[in-house]
């Protein structure tokens, strides 16, 4: 065991420790929008449909893409997000850690079928999981789902639903 002893010569020293302290805080506070995004993969993409709406979805297939997901992203396009796809359906759980910004995320069956949305806030562990078994799942921004109508039921198109686009 070993123990660190601190020993401050007086308060001018303590200020000055604690003035330094603030200007690396400060520091990491202005570079972790750029520190964040540089950590952001960026992976394949495919085109999906939504009825009229086009998607711009990253394809994150292996578990290793899987796992970084979205995290880190400080910004994502209007009709950008990444798709999910697993090698068989299973019911699959989704969270937010060092996830920056808010996500709307579609649970959707091999057809293309919805199973079901839900809405996740960002930087939280709250777990958001398909009512269903499923392969697929697509991370739009926030609101992106409810803003063209599309919920359980709704029918996406594009290669991994074997339908063209």
């Given at each position: 065991m070993s123990r660190i002893v601190f020993q401050v010569a007086g308060i001018?020293?303590?200020?000055?420790?604690?003035?330094?302290?603030?200007?690396?805080?400060?520091?990491?506070?202005?570079?972790?929008?750029a520190w964040a995004q540089d950590r952001a993969q960026h992976l394949?993409?495919?085109?999906?449909?939504?009825?009229?709406?086009?998607?711009?979805?990253?394809?994150?297939?292996?578990?290793?893409?899987?796992?970084?997901g979205l995290m880190f992203r400080?910004?994502?396009g209007g009709n950008d997000g990444m798709i999910f796809i697993f090698d068989r359906p299973g019911k699959q759980c989704f969270w937010m850690k060092n996830t920056?910004?808010?996500?709307?995320?579609?649970?959707?069956?091999?057809?293309?079928?919805?199973v079901n949305v839900d809405e996740m806030k960002p930087q939280t562990l709250d777990p958001h999981?398909?009512?269903?078994p499923v392969r697929f799942v697509l991370e739009m921004n926030t609101g992106w789902f409810t803003k063209r109508a599309i919920k359980e039921g709704f029918k996406l198109t594009g290669a991994p639903f074997g339908t063209p686009r």
């Open positions: 001018p020293a303590l200020k000055a420790a604690f003035g330094a302290i603030g200007l690396c805080v400060a520091a990491t506070c202005v570079s972790t929008g394949p993409t495919v085109q999906l449909g939504a009825g009229m709406h086009n998607i711009k979805a990253e394809v994150a297939q292996t578990p290793q893409e899987q796992e970084i400080t910004s994502m920056l910004i808010p996500l709307a995320v579609a649970f959707v069956a091999d057809d293309g079928t919805v999981c398909s009512t269903k």
